[in-house]
């Protein structure tokens, strides 16, 4: 899986941040099915896979550099119907939880475990900070 | 602010290629999230359409900006277990294609047929 979480960093940060979670989802599950068939049907999942991902890559940053409308008003699942009715400091606060929870997967997936350790707690501050927001104006998760 | 419309137009009743057409007919019935599609997707083709991760979400990031297909939030909609579903506007799409598959096809059975009596 490692291989695949790497691959994925090849993508436009925009394709990143919406479906790379997905992906690595549809390839977990790819990738236990296989396994149970055996080794030869895994590497060839896992090789038809690696190739796909860099050619997907490709395709996408043909795709953002010649297409201006490129991932126009799309935005992480469920985040869009939500945030137009929520205040200013909560979608703020709830962006930053995002973006520490996504360094410290990064850090993680690098082996920089002293730095993800940071993140950790710096995540924990900022779900506090959320949650006290969330709950000054009445927001249930 | 950005504009949809133009591209959208542009990609109206282009013949579809077969990964987004089995998409299409895949989320007809249900709203399917990644690995239920390609499964599907597979069963719907006979085995003979695999598709890999990498095209299936670059078809959907596709369909998803020509609003072909949404986001489908169900109940237990986990954020790596996003549905999709198709919109009106992807089944108009779905309809015209497979009415010009079966022109294509009564079309192509005519001239067969000919061939055959001479």
Redesign the interface.
Known sequence: MQIFHLLLRFYPPE?QTI?A???????R??ACEKRQRGGSAYIRFAL??S???????A??WV?KLT????????C???QA?QESSLPAEVVKARKHVQSIVAHMENAIANHQFEKARFFSYAEQEARERLRSLQQKYKIVE | MRQVAPQQDANENKPLSEPVLLILMSLADEPRHGYALMKDIEELSKGRVRLSTGTLYGALRRLLNDKWIERFEGEDTARDKQSYKLTSAGYKQLEWELERMKQLTRAASRLMKSEVLK
């Open positions: 394709h479906f979670p997905e992906m690595l989802a549809v390839l599950e790819t038809k896979e190739f796909g991902l860099l050619r997907g890559a395709a996408e795709a297409n201006g409308n490129y991932m126009a008003n799309q992480p699942p469920g119907e």
